[in-house]
Antibody, heavy 120, light 110 residues
Framework: EVQLVQSGAEAKKSGESLKISCKGS????????IGWVRQMPGKGLEWMGI????????RYSPSFQGQVSISADKSISTAYLQWTSLKASDSAMYYC?????????????WGQGTLVTVSS | QSALTQPASVSGSPGQSITISCTGT?????????VSWYQQHPGKAPKLMIY???HRPSGASHRFSGSKSGNTASLTISGLQVEDEADYYC??????????FGTGTKVTVL
């Protein structure tokens, strides 16, 4: 079974750094791009960026470029989303998902989500 | 890039059909047949319902169908059921080599 399992909920303070993870299983991790999606409380989905785990090539939405960093460690089939200095406005649910067939394709499956809460 | 435009809410009675629109531009929906639709129940991760405008994955009900005309894509739910009550999001690949989600539509079963 293809599965993405994300790291647990995080409670941080403004200015702190954070790295959350997304571990793939049940398939060859380097074959499919992984993406990250933000959902702020009570709001819609936002496409943040994607990464090719085979060479760590990443692409970002203009809205998130420079705000976060997406990386991957293919040796442990894990993708990451990282902040160097969190803001209260980064409080949200973050989902990772697999791009099913290349960069133009759809997300399937999705991880269970990681809730990030940032207090000031 | 701006989010694709969806109606905030759509409702229908059990058994009826409803259609959710997703309006973009000539740089996204109108340019590519890379539109997908996701269903999200409260507190749950999104689930793929339609990909590449009109293709249904094996895990999605046959009551869901998709189409596209110009800059607008549509998701139709036939034979509406109580379990279809959820939020629905479209997404499209864009000419900037990224993707953009729609604003989301809350479906209510009356």
């Amino acid at each position: 079974e293809v599965q993405l399992v994300q790291s647990g909920a995080e409670a941080k303070k403004s200015g702190e750094s954070l790295k959350i993870s997304c571990k793939g299983s049940g398939y060859r991790f380097t074959t499919y791009w992984i993406g990250w999606v933000r959902q702020m409380p009570g709001k819609g989905l936002e496409w943040m960026g994607i990464i090719d785990p085979s060479d760590s090539q990443a692409r970002y939405s203009p809205s998130f470029q420079g705000q976060v960093s997406i990386s991957a460690d293919k040796s442990i089939s894990t993708a990451y989303l990282q902040w160097t200095s969190l803001k209260a406005s980064d409080s949200a649910m973050y989902y990772c998902a697999r791009l099913a067939a290349g960069t133009t394709s759809w997300f399937d499956p999705w991880g269970q989500g990681t809730l990030v809460t940032v207090s000031s | 890039q701006s989010a694709l435009t969806q109606p905030a809410s759509v409702s229908g009675s059990p058994g009826q059909s409803i259609t959710i629109s997703c309006t973009g531009t000539s740089r996204d929906v109108g340019a590519f047949d890379y539109v997908s639709w996701y269903q999200q129940h409260p507190g749950k991760a999104p689930k793929l319902m339609i990909y590449e405008v009109s293709h249904r994955p094996s895990g999605a009900s046959h009551r869901f169908s998709g189409s596209k005309s110009g800059n607008t894509a549509s998701l139709t739910i036939s034979g509406l059921q109580v379990e279809d009550e959820a939020d629905y999001y479209c997404t499209s690949y864009t000419s900037s080599s990224s993707c953009v989600f729609g604003t989301g539509t809350k479906v209510t079963v009356l």
